[in-house]
């Protein structure tokens, strides 16, 4: 089963790794913090290696962001998401994994959901 792993993030603080830059994670110590990068590079080279992973990214801040609607044939392209939203996607991982429950550990595994929210939904396959 393939899962997006999403990542949300606050867009004033915006960076990443995000954990790194919320207000909680540039209070933690270097210790801390170094052991939270070292959790997030063990979790991708162990998923990697696993054959799980198939893409993880950063995405670029919000205010990069454009949205288009096409209403009645006519496009409206405007600026970025819903500014007034206190997260926003930061970053996906996209997994293929056996279970529900190894997507929910993955997720729980990136060092963003002890911060923000990690989004797990599952990918629909086209047949």
Do not use: C
Request: no cysteine.
């Amino acid at each position: 089963m393939k899962y997006l792993l999403l990542i949300h993030s606050n867009p004033i603080t915006w960076g990443h790794p995000s954990f790194l830059n919320t207000e909680e994670g540039k209070k933690l110590p270097k210790k801390a913090r170094d052991a939270l990068a070292d959790q997030l590079n063990n979790l991708l080279t162990e998923i990697h290696e696993s054959g799980e992973l198939i893409n993880a990214v950063p995405l670029d801040p919000p205010a990069k962001t454009r949205v288009v609607r096409v209403r009645e044939g006519v496009r409206a392209t405007t600026d970025g998401p819903y500014s007034e939203a206190k997260e926003q996607l930061a970053g996906v991982f996209l997994i293929d994994v056996k279970t529900p429950e190894r997507a929910e550990e993955i997720a729980a595994t990136i060092p963003e959901s002890q911060f923000v929210a990690v989004e797990v939904r599952p990918v629909s396959v086209f047949d």
